[in-house]
T-cell receptor, first 117, second 113 residues
């Protein structure tokens, strides 16, 4: 079974600065997908960014980018030019590409990010 | 806009009184999921439907049931809520492939008194 570990329960950053959230995972599979989801206070969870394990190039979405280190099983999220609206709980998630239920995600415990003005 | 809608947003029930939470989607996705999320914790998958096929997680209590009468709707039934069942319940959908992101509803906050 896969496990996803987010070692930072809480983080804070000043507005306009850059912050990196950590995520590591454990799997014996070679082909899989990794996701970062954002859950703002009292609002719905939304996808931030997605990475396919077979791609060496790190995914980017505007101010959000990942540092995917497959050998180290690490998938960190970098937020540049942090904005107050980035304040949220961030979840790292793993999606397997094999097995009978390859559409279920395994979530980490989350990192609560606070952006301070 | 295509979306996932959960009703109600807040639900209060009494200890032991059955309660039903609802979820609807306009995305026409194959898979509908129910997650339980307690404060500051990761969402915990209770069960999911792939089309009409029901898939229960091994550690989901029997107290939790689900129905999916059609593609668009899915219900979570808690037969005898206990105080420990107070949580946010999240409905999500996906196309049913490993690279398919989940689309979440706003959640229903359940309080058990």
């Amino acid at each position: 079974a896969q496990t996803v570990t987010q070692s930072q329960p809480e983080m804070s950053v000043q507005e306009a600065e850059t912050v990196t959230l950590s995520c590591t995972y454990d799997t014996s599979e070679n082909n899989y997908y990794l996701f970062w989801y954002k859950q703002p206070p009292s609002r719905q969870m939304i996808l931030v960014i997605r990475q396919e394990a077979y791609k060496q190039q790190n995914a980017t979405e505007n101010r959000f980018s990942v540092n995917f280190q497959k050998a180290a099983k690490s998938f960190s999220l970098k937020i540049s030019d942090s904005q107050l609206g980035d304040t949220a709980m961030y979840f790292c998630a793993f999606g397997s590409n094999s097995g009978g239920s390859n559409y279920k995600l395994t979530f980490g415990k989350g990192t609560l990010l606070t952006v301070n003005p | 806009d295509a979306m996932v809608i959960q009703n109600p947003r807040y639900q209060v029930t009494q200890f032991g009184k059955p309660v039903t939470l609802s979820c609807s989607q306009t995305l026409n996705h194959n898979v509908m999921y129910w997650y339980q999320q307690k404060s500051s914790q990761a969402p915990k998958l209770l069960f999911h439907y792939y089309d009409k096929d029901f898939n229960n997680e091994a550690d989901t209590p029997d107290n939790f049931q689900s129905r999916r009468p059609n593609t668009s709707f899915c219900f979570l039934d808690i037969r005898s809520p206990g105080l420990g069942d107070a949580a946010m319940y999240l409905c999500a959908t996906s196309k049913g492939r490993a690279n398919s992101p989940l689309h979440f509803g706003n959640g229903t906050r359940l309080t058990v008194t």
